[in-house]
T-cell receptor, first 114, second 111 residues
Framework: GAGVSQSPSNKVTEKGKDVELRCDPISGHTALYWYRQRLGQGLEFLIYFQGNSAPDKSGLPSDRFSAERTGESVSTLTIQRTQQEDSAVYLCASSLGTTTDTQYFGPGTRLTVL | GENVEQHPSTLSVQEGDSAVIKCTYS??????FPWYKQELGKGPQLIID?????GEKKDQRIAVTLNKTAKHFSLHITETQPEDSAVYFC??????????FGTGTRLQVFP
């Protein structure tokens, strides 16, 4: 079946510009997560949506980062006034949102800020 | 908050040998411990997971053990093959919740 999809796969932008990254979770998954992976490093949690609950934004590194989710479907991660240190792969994952859930990851969006 | 440490950072083995990767966690309330395999240019793929009510789980050549008292868990790969070469990440969470990842282990299997 269809997995988590992300777009674009690659994004090159200039410092100071805004970018939007999109995630389409697996159908029926109520939980959606965004992570950031810098080159050669592990994954850092950014934000977590669970159904209609208020999102857990505790991982967002600054107020330049924000994310939205429409119901239990698509999510967009927005980075305003991008900086070179924002360059990374941004990964989205989704899960059923139950106590036995497993997170399934998309292929990621590679963001390069020049 | 939760902190996950992972060792070693790199591991080289001969094809057919076993590989072991170890992780420790700090939050005693964590109850879910997945392992992900990440190949170059791809997203992490779940290979096996274990929950806190189980001490060991096996799936063909892959096994995971969990010691709740010591707060550590390990990934064991037997009869390694070149296609096992990848970066492996452990993670911990108070499921369902965000995953806290280890720093990764780059496994190289030489033919």
């Amino acid at each position: 079946g269809a997995g988590v999809s992300q777009s674009p796969s690659n994004k090159v932008t200039e410092k100071g510009k805004d970018v939007e990254l999109r995630c389409d979770p697996i159908s029926g998954h109520t939980a959606l997560y965004w992570y950031r992976q810098r080159l050669g490093q592990g994954l850092e949690f950014l934000i977590y949506f669970q159904g209609n609950s208020a999102p857990d934004k505790s991982g967002l590194p600054s107020d330049r980062f924000s994310a939205e989710r429409t119901g239990e479907s698509v999510s967009t991660l927005t980075i305003q006034r991008t900086q070179q240190e924002d360059s990374a792969v941004y990964l989205c994952a989704s899960s059923l949102g139950t106590t036995t859930d497993t997170q399934y990851f998309g292929p990621g969006t590679r963001l390069t800020v020049l | 908050g939760e902190n996950v440490e992972q060792h070693p950072s790199t591991l080289s083995v001969q094809e057919g040998d076993s590989a072991v990767i170890k992780c420790t966690y700090s939050d005693s309330a964590s109850n879910y411990f997945p392992w992900y395999k990440q190949e170059l240019g791809k997203g992490p793929q779940l290979i096996i997971d274990i929950r806190s009510n189980v001490g060991e789980k096996k799936d063909q050549r892959i096994a995971v053990t969990l010691n709740k008292t010591a707060k550590h868990f390990s990934l064991h790969i037997t009869e390694t093959q070149p296609e096992d070469s990848a970066v492996y990440f452990c993670a911990a969470s108070r499921s369902p919740d965000k995953l806290i990842f280890g720093t990764g282990t780059r496994l190289q299997v030489f033919p």
